[in-house]
DNA sequence: TTTATAAATGAATAAAAATTCATTTAATTT
DNA sequence: AAATTAAATGAATTTTTATTCATTTATAAA
């Protein structure tokens, strides 16, 4: 019996990505996907029921993926400021490395291919960092506004570093990195 | 002769955006606008040569559009500080109550619909702000930090405040809005 | 009024995209 | 090495979407 070469997955993913970049989300066609993975369009539909699934399936291994790479090397028994700037730069950095992917959750998201469900999980993804600027907060470190807020404060601001660097291909130096933290940081700060 | 109703671009940019916020770019078929604009299919054809032109057309308006917002009420020769919160009140306010515009501008950005020339014109959009922000470095109150950056940073934290409140449908007060001033101010400010 | 002219219509056509399926290929088991 | 099984293929089919066009409608000018 032949096996399936479950490293396909990633290529048909990879492909959808460097479609989005390229096209946008409108621009994906099954065709495509197949022809920029080197498969057959028929072999697509081995792998995903059909366009809908591959979308939301490739959104929550994107969903996952952040999660994964925002909180490592992070430890919450640090002092407040190294947890903070420990998390700024994986973002920061994962953004950077996986601009596609960014690009791809903003434009899923307001697809008819995501439904509320996978959109409140996504909503999850932050809960470490609240925590932490909860605590930032307790610290008086942190000035007293809504986590929410300050979240959104943090992450926007990355996005958009990272859309900027890609679309005006923009170079970033450790030392431009830093006055960036520093914009956040000043801002954030009680 | 039957005269044009010039009336119905609006209408048509209208439906166009209310089906980019419902279903994403991907989602915006001319059967769907003619329909949500309440008008026949062939009429779309009358007024955009085809899809592209369409797209491309509203691109610019909102542009146009954004730019006309963003610096109202704005007089150069006010304090810095006035100044800058003029141009960051009018960009949020211009964000939450023209979502839609935002998001499609979003989306048409990454879309074959939109070539480079016109990408290149949406850039000079934030001129004024530049200028200001020079001002601001000269008189010591704003980070030596280029352009760029505090621009990214200003307009990066107010976009994703817009799209949460969008989202989550959280609201705002103005109580809120000065604490989310306040993060975007010491952030910048020397 | 009548005529002329362009807008508006929407069904018909063309083009593009999603999905299926009969056939082939490759790997595993007997 | 034959039989079995599921993956892979890609052309054919179905479905959706863009675009056209013959016809109708409304308005301005004669």
Same mark, same amino acid.
């Given at each position: 019996m032949k096996l399936r070469d479950e490293n396909k997955i990633a290529r048909i993913y990879k492909a959808t990505l460097k479609l989005v970049k390229a *096209? $946008?989300?409108? $621009?994906?066609?099954m065709q495509a996907v197949a022809k920029e993975a080197k498969?057959? *369009? $028929? *072999?697509l539909y081995i792998y995903f029921q059909n366009k809908e699934t591959l979308i939301a399936s490739l959104f929550q291994a994107c969903i996952k993926n952040s999660q994964g790479s925002f909180? /490592?090397? +992070? &430890?919450? /028994?640090?002092p407040f400021k190294v947890g903070f700037h420990t998390i700024w730069l994986n973002v920061l950095h994962h953004r950077l490395l996986r601009f596609e992917e960014s690009l791809f959750i903003e434009q899923a998201f307001h697809?008819? +291919?995501? &439904?509320e469900q996978i959109k409140v999980e996504a909503k999850k993804m932050f809960e470490p960092l609240k925590e932490l600027l909860a605590r930032g907060k307790k610290e008086h470190?942190? /000035? &007293?506004? &809504?986590n929410f807020w300050l979240t959104a404060f943090m992450i926007g601001s990355i996005n958009e570093i990272s859309r900027r660097v890609n679309y005006y291909n923009k170079k970033l130096n450790p030392e431009v990195i830093d006055l960036n933290f520093q914009l956040c940081w000043d801002g954030i700060k009680a």
């Amino acid at each position: 019996m032949k096996l399936r070469d479950e490293n396909k997955i990633a290529r048909i993913y990879k492909a959808t990505l460097k479609l989005v970049k390229a *096209t $946008g989300l409108s $621009g994906v066609t099954m065709q495509a996907v197949a022809k920029e993975a080197k498969i057959a *369009t $028929g *072999t697509l539909y081995i792998y995903f029921q059909n366009k809908e699934t591959l979308i939301a399936s490739l959104f929550q291994a994107c969903i996952k993926n952040s999660q994964g790479s925002f909180f /490592k090397n +992070y &430890d919450a /028994k640090a002092p407040f400021k190294v947890g903070f700037h420990t998390i700024w730069l994986n973002v920061l950095h994962h953004r950077l490395l996986r601009f596609e992917e960014s690009l791809f959750i903003e434009q899923a998201f307001h697809s008819p +291919y995501i &439904d509320e469900q996978i959109k409140v999980e996504a909503k999850k993804m932050f809960e470490p960092l609240k925590e932490l600027l909860a605590r930032g907060k307790k610290e008086h470190l942190v /000035k &007293d506004v &809504d986590n929410f807020w300050l979240t959104a404060f943090m992450i926007g601001s990355i996005n958009e570093i990272s859309r900027r660097v890609n679309y005006y291909n923009k170079k970033l130096n450790p030392e431009v990195i830093d006055l960036n933290f520093q914009l956040c940081w000043d801002g954030i700060k009680a």
